[in-house]
């Protein structure tokens, strides 16, 4: 019997069509096809990834953020007169993670490469301040955006080549979780490409991760930009994170080991309209509800440019009513405004730049758990943050 050779161009495939050949051909019967269907093959990291995740999402805790390139950290620094040199970025986050009691409000932080290998002025690996304090480290792992090509001038997140020997390496360090941000734009459509290509990437990316011990957090930022209305975001977020889920399956990634960073249903920055934190709780619980599968442990919204208190006000309102997830926050702008004006690179200003942290901090723990009010925040924190094409 002659051997079949399967050399029709895949896009013949579209739609459930055979290739012109088979389809023109006598047969004479249907030949039932085998499918071999092998369950999900547990890997090494398995029990550790879920009790990672599991260890994050815990009650009336969230992530501190501090994974911002050395260059969006240079601007962050610029704001209050400082030049972008290591020993002042070094400066700042060893003033963020020897902050006394931080871990009772933060189960984890996100570092940049380079903080991940840097120790405080007196010698003290700055993983060891978070576990000294019971906050999981975590890790940046990818390299950016860069234009995607056959797109509404979109973009695509790179990081993929090198990615299994550098979680390796990022484990052996003491970091246990991950983030890779990838983002999309609905000014921009979002095409059908550009959400593909975020979806497998972020799809390709958790499945390595989780290899390699690390707790992939699973992020398709859908950016502020625009002036639609939110029902238009509900439309996006939810084809995005369809999207996502398929192929976060197709790679036999462990829901149970994933934490999500999504952000929240909201108007476009630009809309005529504001949105009160009720209607953005609803839209958002509607979209996670319909898309987010229960065995996901936690949902860790970003700010994307909120201001502090807006962020802490949409988050309480999310958790006025049981949720089959833990919903926190993994905020970076939404947390460290305040800090950042508060010390001003003066040294004398440290205690109380980190007690300004605990204020955020805590303001944002009490809203996990549903308890927060707004009354005695500072005119400061109502200020929004919004950039227009924000880039890490």
């Not at 007169?81 to 020993?87: D, F, H, I, Q, V």
């Not at 010698?123 to 090509?149: N, R």
């Amino acid at each position: 019997m002659a051997s079949l050779q399967l050399t029709a161009p895949s896009s013949q495939w579209i739609a459930g069509k055979a290739p012109f050949a088979w389809r023109n051909s006598p047969r004479t019967a249907a030949v039932p096809r085998r499918v071999a269907v092998r369950p999900i093959r547990a890997g090494s990291y398995t029990d550790e990834l879920v009790q990672t995740a599991k260890s994050i999402a815990s009650p009336g805790r969230g992530i501190l953020a501090i994974d911002e390139s050395n260059a969006t950290c240079g601007k962050r620094l610029a704001s209050i007169g400082l030049e972008n040199t290591e020993e002042n970025r070094q400066a700042y986050r060893q003033l963020l993670l020897t902050t006394p009691g931080l871990g009772a409000y933060i189960s984890g932080a996100i570092f940049f490469e380079e903080t991940l290998y840097q120790s405080t002025t007196d010698g003290k690996k700055f993983v060891d301040c978070l576990l000294q304090e019971k906050i999981m480290p975590g890790i940046k792992v990818d390299k950016g955006l860069v234009p995607l090509p056959g797109s509404n001038n979109e973009s695509w997140c790179q990081g993929l080549d090198g990615l299994a020997s550098r979680c390796a390496e990022y484990y052996k360090q003491g970091a246990r979780f991950a983030k890779w941000r990838t983002v999309v734009s609905i000014p921009s459509g979002p095409s059908a490409l550009a959400v593909k290509e975020a979806a497998w990437g972020l799809a390709r990316y958790a499945a390595i991760a989780q290899d390699n011990g690390l707790v992939p957090i699973v992020e398709p930022e859908i950016l502020l930009d625009g002036d639609h209305p939110i029902e238009r975001t509900l439309q996006v977020a939810e084809k995005v994170w369809a999207e996502v889920f398929f192929y976060l399956a197709e790679n036999n990634v462990v829901f149970e080991g994933i934490l999500l960073k999504p952000s929240m249903v909201t108007p476009g920055a630009e809309h005529k309209e504001r949105a009160s934190p009720e209607t953005i709780a609803r839209y958002t619980l509607k979209m996670l509800n319909r898309r987010v599968p229960p065995a996901v442990p936690g949902i860790m919204f970003l700010s994307g440019g909120q201001s502090e208190v807006e962020a802490t006000l949409n988050l309480n309102a999310m958790n006025q009513g049981p949720n089959p997830w833990h919903v926190s926050f993994s905020y970076a702008r939404a947390l460290q405004n305040s800090v950042l004006k508060t010390w001003q690179g003066r040294p004398e200003n440290i205690e109380a730049a980190q007690k300004a942290l605990l204020v955020r901090a805590k303001a944002n723990s009490l809203a996990q758990l549903g308890q927060y009010s707004a009354e005695g925040e500072t005119e400061g924190a109502k200020k929004g943050m919004f950039q227009k094409g924000y880039t890490y």
